[in-house]
Structure formats: structure tokens, C-alpha cells
């Protein structure tokens, strides 16, 4: 089996600890760090913006994704890239159609970063079969976005299956990462349902042993 990449989240960090936080998930072994942006509109809650981002910038050398849950995504991407973000991710649900998605993903992606979409629960993932292509990454969120702690949606996993059979009928490169209630029981079911990144904010944020939650969720011994 291939090892999964484990991208805990900020949330449920409190912003205070933030910088601290990220170090402490390098040493623990976590290979990227996935940041939770949430702007009071698209979901209810406010969380950090890029000013933040920056100072968590200069905590690590991991790559840092970006998850903008946010009502106008591509007017903000710009200043998260410039303050340190490697991926920009998108919500399909952001656009009000999937022109102006591609559209957004095209310019984004000329500020020299990755560019990922992601699809809430309720979307069906079929809505992206024509975007696939256009995409380094698709983001299966497996909660309701907006808050961390919430129980995983199995569903999730037909979803995962079905976009890693269409990258590999179609010949294409996409990276699938999960988002939402993940912990060390669902990080390997989900890497054999396809998925390549998992993102974990509670389990690994109340793990009081943190390198081995990380090592559980890579499916290893501890
Ligand atoms: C949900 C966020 C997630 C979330 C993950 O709004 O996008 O990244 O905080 O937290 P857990 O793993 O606790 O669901
Ligand atoms: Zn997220």
C-alpha cells in the first residue's frame, strides 16, 4: 500500500498557539500542514487570515496548504501565495458556474502554486468530471465544512473511489485529499478507498502523544 500523506489541520488550534503548534506537528512527522481559512460568510466562523499565515510560514519548512473557505476565493488567493501558501484550495461551491470555477483555478494557478477544488458532502462528485483535468488536486470534504470534531461521512469513500478510478481510466494526475473526522481508524481506509493526503484536526490537536497518532494514521506499528 502506498503511505498516505498526513496533513494535520489548524483548526482546532487556537491562533495564539498556532506557531507553536506547527513546529511541534514537524517533529511529530507530519508532512504538510493543512490551513483552515474561514471568512464569517461562506461558513460561519472566522478564523486566521494571511497575516497569521505568515508567521506560521516562519514556523516550518513543510509545505503549507490552504483551504479557503471563503466567499470569493479568487480575489483573496493572491496575498495567501505571497504570505506562504504552496496549494490554494478552492469550494466548488464558491462559483456560480463551472466557467468561472476553471477560470478561477487558471489564474490562481498562474501565481506559481498548486491549485486544488474541493466539493462539500452534499455535492455530487460527479459535477467535477469535466474540471478533473483542469486540477492538481480535489479536496472530498467527509464533514460539513466550518468546524473540526464533527463524525466522519462514510459516504466520503464512494466518492474517493470513484475519482481515483476516473484519474486512472482517464490518464490523469490529480492528487485526492479528505477532509473531516479523520482519525487513525478512517486514515487507512480511506488511503486503500484512494486517497493520497488525509487532513486530521482533533484527533491529532487531542492526541497527547501526537508522532504516534501521525505514525498510526501512516498505518505504522508504534
Ligand atoms: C472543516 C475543516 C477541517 C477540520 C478538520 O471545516 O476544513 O480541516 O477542521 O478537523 P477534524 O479532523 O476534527 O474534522
Ligand atoms: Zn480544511
Known amino acids: 500500500m502506498k503511505k498516505i500523506l498526513i496533513a494535520p489541520s489548524t483548526d482546532p488550534c487556537p491562533v495564539k498557539d498556532l506557531t507553536k503548534y506547527v513546529k511541534t506537528l514537524e517533529e511529530a512527522g507530519a ?3 493543512h490551513c483552515d481559512i474561514m471568512d464569517g460568510k461562506f461558513v460561519e466562523r472566522r478564523t486566521f487570515d494571511y497575516m497569521i499565515l505568515a508567521f506560521i510560514r516562519k514556523s516550518t519548512r ?3 496548504d490552504v483551504h479557503l ?3 470569493n476565493p479568487t480575489m483573496v488567493a ?6 506562504g501558501a504552496d496549494r490554494i484550495i478552492i469550494h466548488y461551491e464558491a462559483f456560480p458556474d463551472k466557467i468561472q470555477l476553471v477560470g478561477a483555478v487558471q489564474s490562481i494557478k498562474k501565481l506559481g502554486v498548486s491549485v486544488g477544488v474541493a466539493i462539500n458532502p452534499k455535492t455530487p462528485v460527479k459535477v467535477l468530471d469535466t474540471i ?3 486540477v492538481d488536486l480535489v479536496l472530498v470534504m467527509s464533514v460539513e465544512p466550518g468546524k473540526s470534531g464533527q463524525a466522519f461521512i462514510k459516504d466520503s469513500l464512494i466518492k474517493i473511489a470513484y475519482l481515483n478510478k476516473k484519474r486512472t481510466e482517464e490518464n490523469l ?3 485526492i485529499e479528505v477532509d473531516g473526522g479523520i482519525n487513525e481508524i478512517y486514515a487507512p481506509i480511506v488511503a486503500v478507498s ?6 486530521s484536526g482533533s484527533a491529532i490537536y487531542n492526541a ?4 504516534n497518532m501521525i505514525k498510526l494514521m501512516h498505518g505504522q506499528a508504534i
Open 78 to 83: 493572491k496575498h495567501y501565495v505571497r504570505y
Open 69 to 71: 473557505m471563503v466567499q
Open 132 to 134: 478533473l483535468k483542469y
Open 208 to 211: 497527547e502523544n501526537k508522532e
Open 194 to 199: 484512494g486517497a493520497d493526503i488525509v487532513v
Open 173 to 175: 494526475n490529480f492528487l
Open 31 to 33: 508532512d504538510l500542514i
Open 62 to 64: 513543510l509545505k503549507l
